[in-house]
């Protein structure tokens, strides 16, 4: 298992394809896995590197309270590792977070920028959502009660409907062998309820796309826009029928959406 060894943790990555580098960035409770529905499309143009955010998949468990610039700074050592000067990065929710303090704080280092289901701040109804539902997992661990309890924020209507698709999704998240411990959860959520770039995000230099699903309730649309309101060099999209785990709901219009813009000269 590839893993770089940074000053006081190992960090799970995998590389796919070549080409132009492009940084896959995972949300909350997420890892490198979460990716698995684009990372064949993107790697057919694409050198697509993704990794495991620490406390979370096989990256190590730290023991400490940690920021979202921490998690920004794990991306930047696993760039440097790789010898990789400037990449497209595409961040999901937390993922986004992450992705936006790399465009602030390292401006060189991206070329285009893609922030999906997020935004510069985490609402209160969301921290206080992710205390209870810490809480949950602190008790009974990955359990089909707590993750039927996260479906309706992540998928729209119409998947939470399709039961072939909750149930494999419920499967395999069960039988899932790296999934997060609940005291990585809850240092992630800290991390998210302590990020503010409202006041930065000005800082943002590469071009950006922003994109939402018209259904996602975790992030809302309006909380999207207020992004692209506050990067010059952005453009906002609205996707029809998706909520907020695109890239699982509908593989191939996230993989569209990005490739659109990536390629758009």
Request: hydrophobic share 40%.
């Amino acid at each position: 298992m590839p893993k770089i060894k940074t000053d006081d943790m190992s960090l799970y990555y995998e590389v796919h394809g070549r080409g132009k580098p492009l940084l896959l960035v995972a949300g909350l409770g997420s890892d490198s896995s979460s990716w698995s529905g684009v990372i064949g499309e993107f790697s057919l143009h694409f050198r697509t590197i993704v990794f495991d955010n620490r406390d979370s998949g096989r990256s190590d468990i730290t023991q400490k309270q940690f920021t979202i610039r921490d998690m920004a700074e794990d991306a930047i050592k696993l760039l440097n590792f790789l010898k990789i000067e400037q990449t497209h990065i595409v961040g999901h929710s937390m993922g986004g977070y992450i992705a936006q303090e790399l465009a602030i704080n390292y401006p060189e280092r991206v070329d285009k920028l893609v922030l999906a289901s997020t935004a510069p701040i985490s609402s209160k109804r969301n921290n206080d959502l992710f205390e209870d539902i810490y809480k949950q997992l602190k008790r009974e661990g990955i359990s089909r009660a707590w993750l039927e309890r996260w479906i309706p924020w992540l998928f729209s209507p119409r998947l939470i409907n399709d039961r072939a698709f909750i149930d494999a999704f419920i499967k395999n998240s069960v039988g899932y062998p790296y999934s997060q411990k609940a005291d990585g959860f809850e240092r992630q959520i800290k991390a998210i309820a302590a990020f503010d770039a409202r006041d930065k995000m000005v800082n943002i230099k590469a071009e950006t796309l922003i994109f939402e699903g018209k259904d996602d309730r975790l992030v809302t649309p309006e909380e999207a826009e207020t992004l692209a309101k506050g990067i010059y060099k952005s453009t906002f999209r609205l996707l029809d029928g998706v909520a907020h785990s695109i890239h699982m709901e509908d593989p191939k219009l996230f993989t569209d959406s990005v490739m659109a813009f990536l390629n758009n000269n």
